[in-house]
C-alpha cells in the first residue's frame, strides 16, 4: 500500500501466515490468510508483490486478511481483552485499540485524486 519495513511474519490460521509492516507514514498494516515473500527486516515498496493469497485449511476458501492500525499505540496487534477503539466505534475485533477502518483509506485516496484532477 505504502513502502515500509516488515516488522513480523508469523504463522495466523489455519496454515496461512501473516505478514506485518510498518509504513514510511506510520502506519502499521496486517495482511493475512497469505504465504509470504518477505522476511523480517526487508524494505518493501509500494506495488511490490509481498505475498500470495492461500486457501486455509479450515474451509478452503482463500481471502485476504487485512487489518489497518494507524501506528499511535504499542504492543502486538491481537489484543485478547481489548474492547476500546480510538478510530472503529462499537468494535469488539480483539485488536489493538487504534485499528482503524481499511475503508477509509480507499475514501481519502479516491477524495485526494478528484482534488488532483481539478
Known sequence: MTDGTVTAVYDFYAGTQAIEI???DGSVIRYGEVKSK???G???KQGQVIATVIP???SG???LHLEVYKGDSSRPLTQRN???Y?????ANYERRSNLINPMDLLRLKTK???DVKK
Open 22 to 24: 510498518k509504513n514510511s
Open 38 to 40: 518477505v522476511k523480517v
Open 42 to 44: 526487508d524494505k518493501v
Open 56 to 58: 486455509n485449511t479450515q
Open 61 to 63: 476458501n482463500a481471502m
Open 82 to 84: 481489548n474492547k476500546t
Open 86 to 90: 480510538k478510530y472503529v466505534p462499537e
Open 112 to 114: 485526494s485524486e478528484k
